[in-house]
């Protein structure tokens, strides 16, 4: 049996191969710590979920439209008027099983064979994969470490073809945790507008930022940027709701419209009480999420000194998301391994601490590490690491 060729071109992910061998040594009674989490540790919020319990219990188990509830959709809209300042009506959004999804969705609606999407290194895993599964070319323009791994106008100019269909800003980044500037944006966009290329914003970390740092979205900058993006975003991350897979998109009514015929024929519709529960999300207290975003900052501000203390180790400080992702090539060097892979496989294998290697999101000198998780665990593998250097310096 011979499987199509789409899969065939996908790049086996490198966080698969350090999760399994996790899992192994856990089943082996190993005290091992993992970093590799990409999603909070807190449950989700209770009104949450108690608004998802009663819908059930008052029969809201059918189909609903493809695109999302008509409340969801309003309560989306609502959203972007109070955070952006942003004007949406219903057929510039659709609801989606997750952000991930929505930008599937998009990819396939947007993209024809040969088509290029530019992707600032370093990236999230699934860009890449989900540009070649809709037939088109990754384009790397590299973010560099000096510039908080951020690219700059000129090297998104300089990476743009007569095939450039759209470029992807990712802010607060995953993996960086880098947040582009107001300014910043503005000159990027002033790039896209030039050449008419697609901005996809993924504001899916928007609510988790720091230092007194503020959030912007390219969108509000001006009415023909808003015309020019594609923002994708949804409850996972600001509202600890990664399981109920509920993200959404918001643009041009016309992708949108495309969008959610695509969907009508893959997923028919988001989980009808995960969009219940989302309702609640938007519409109630916002409380728990400053509880949380105040909690991840401590922890960053705690570990991260603790970090940057790991012979061969430097960090980016970064201003958002909650992942940490310093560069490890001169420990490696330092402790005989030839490539920072070998280094996280060891890692795990001697010092039971878990990390994903930056190969994975394009940047090979670095690891990524989140601390969504306890103070505790995060203290002690930072502990297990400095310790698994200093013993295997040469």
């Not at 790397?140 to 100019?157: C, H, M, S, V």
Request: charged share 20%; proline share 5%; net charge negative.
């Amino acid at each position: 049996m011979q499987l199509a060729q789409r899969v065939k071109a996908l790049t086996p992910s490198t966080t698969l191969a350090i999760t399994a061998k996790a899992k192994e040594l856990k089943a082996q009674g190993h005290d091992v710590i993992g970093l590799g989490a990409g999603e909070p540790d807190f449950n989700t919020p209770q009104h949450i979920i108690d608004a998802a319990v009663k819908s059930m219990n008052e029969g809201h188990t059918k189909y609903t439209a493809s695109a999302g509830l008509p409340a969801l959709k309003k309560e989306i809209a609502n959203k972007f008027k109070k955070d952006q300042g942003l004007e949406y009506d219903a057929s510039e959004i659709i609801v989606t099983n997750g952000a991930k999804h929505g930008l599937y969705t998009l990819f396939q609606v947007l993209l024809n064979e040969g088509d290029e999407v530019i992707i600032p290194t370093p990236y999230w895993v699934s860009y890449p994969e989900q540009v070649k599964l809709a037939g088109g070319i990754p384009v790397y323009a590299e973010g560099r470490e000096e510039n908080d791994f951020k690219i700059t106008p000129e090297q998104l100019a300089k990476s743009i073809t007569d095939k450039t269909k759209a470029v992807i800003i990712n802010s607060p980044s995953n993996p960086t945790g880098m947040l582009y500037s107001a300014e910043e944006l503005k000159e990027l966009g002033e790039v896209c507008l030039k050449h008419s290329v697609l901005i996809i914003s993924d504001e899916i970390y928007e609510k988790l930022v720091y230092g007194g740092h503020q959030h912007t979205s390219i969108a509000e900058i001006s009415p023909e940027l808003k015309e020019q993006t594609i923002i994708i975003n949804g409850v996972s991350k600001s509202h600890s709701m990664t399981g109920w897979r509920i993200g959404y998109a918001a643009g041009n009514k016309n992708i949108i419209k495309a969008m959610t015929n695509l969907a009508s024929h893959s997923t028919s519709n988001p989980t009808t009480t995960a969009q219940y529960g989302s309702i609640a999300a938007y519409a109630g207290s916002q409380d728990t999420l400053e509880e949380m975003r105040e909690a991840f900052e401590h922890r960053l501000n705690v570990i991260y000194d603790k970090l940057i203390s790991i012979p061969g180790f430097t960090c980016v400080k970064p201003q958002g998301a909650f992942y940490l992702f310093p560069n490890v090539k001169k420990a490696a060097e330092l402790t005989g391994f030839e490539s920072v892979d070998e280094f996280v496989k060891a890692l795990l294998e001697e010092a039971m601490v878990a990390v994903i290697p930056g190969s994975g999101f394009g940047s090979p000198d670095n690891i990524r590490l989140s601390y969504a998780t306890s103070l505790e665990l995060l203290e002690k593998a930072v502990e297990r690491m400095h310790g698994f250097v200093e013993k295997n310096m040469k």
